[in-house]
């Protein structure tokens, strides 16, 4: 999925297997995205939190994980007057990856 990167040190992990390290790393970011209300910051690390789940092999649990990042993503969406920037935010590639693991 495409994706900016929102805890490199977990995806590191991820991608070297080590899957318990890069789950205590995204334990800690999710705690600090929901600490600071960081919306950007808390979709990011669910997305991350679904990949890790996808890579464990539990698609599921992926899913649901990228639902949450979504229903993120509509909370902001819904606070955006803009009707341009609306159209912009939710167009994203970022935001459409995400919508379409959500629903897979």
Known sequence: MSR???CPAAQALLVQGETEE????????LELARETSNPPQLWKTHVAYGDLRRAQGKP?????CYRDAYAVIKNVAAGIDDGMLLETFLSSSHVQSIRRAAST
């Open 4 to 6: 900016r990167r929102v």
């Open 22 to 29: 890069a789950e205590r790393e995204l334990v800690n970011t």
């Open 60 to 64: 599921e649990e992926a899913r649901e």
